[in-house]
């Protein structure tokens, strides 16, 4: 190595000493290798000297400065600086562009690591934004199933009571008729305010009967018995099917719930009324076999 011949001299205290380091063992093999000009024995040759020289460089007192050789440019200001510094007027203005390329870099490096992180953030908004989509898509999905499962339920709760329906019917006409016996009259309503008494039943009232419809009832008690259970089944399918009109699927609705309940109280009226004629029918046999025990009895005193 130059410099240990030179420290040994009597120019030691005139000479300014500089090694110029490579930034890592990998890096100066990778730029030897990246030359393409250098055969392997070289390569190896060279590597083992620079290490050898490397290593002597750390030797205390042997050099003035240690210059990593990362960034060429730098390195060269860097030596530029430290000739200055030892001997005023060689390379003026040496020191302040090495400062001055300092502050670029760092201001370069700021700005990089700024558009990185806003291109990180705008990855990850646009990310999320996806991922917001696909669960509004599976939410829509997911409601529109539970509407469709809704309607198919009210269809077949709607043809089994047909079916309940028409075999009622059929049932009834298979019947013998027998004259019905005559309704008995209303008993007049209790007076209420002026004397008068009226009920409202929108449909939904007559399946708790005349007593709970009537205006004499609480506000409370009047609307829990007739038209708050339906309209809280409304408001939830409502809510399920989500459609562009709800003020109208809200009304059809509720209309729908009118017509089941009208058609559950006749399909249990006819029950009873089918019920009634068999009850009837079979006192009637019943009568005929008693009346034809006695006349067998009478025959058999005679």
Known sequence: MASLPVRASCLATRALCIFVAPPSHAELERRLRGRG???????????ANAASEIEKSEAPGLFDFRIVNEDLEKAV????????????????????????????????????AAAAAAQAAEAAAAEAAAAEARAAEARAAEEARAAEEARAAAEAEAEAAAAARRQLHEE?????????????????????????????DFGFGAAAGPGLAAKGMPVRAYMDATVVPVLREGLKALNVARPDDPLQFL???????????????????????????????QAVQLQALQALQAAAAGAQGL
């Not at 008729?177 to 209790?190: D, G, R, S």
């Not at 059809?252 to 004629?277: H, K, N, P, T």
């Open 37 to 47: 000009t250098e055969t392997e024995e070289k390569v190896l040759k060279r590597l």
């Open 251 to 281: 009304a059809d609705f509720i209309l729908g719930q009118r017509r089941q309940r009208q058609e559950q109280a006749l399909l249990l009226a006819a029950q009873q009324q089918v019920q009634a004629q068999a009850q009837a029918q």
């Open 77 to 112: 200001l860097e030596v530029s600086a430290a000739i200055e510094g030892r001997v005023r007027g060689t390379i003026p203005g040496a020191a302040e562009a090495l400062a001055q390329y300092v502050e670029d870099k760092q201001a370069a490096a700021a700005e990089a």
């Open 172 to 200: 009834s006409a298979a019947l013998p008729q027998q004259p019905a016996a005559p309704a008995p009259a209303p008993a007049p309503a209790a007076p209420v305010g002026n004397g008068t008494a009226a009920l409202l």
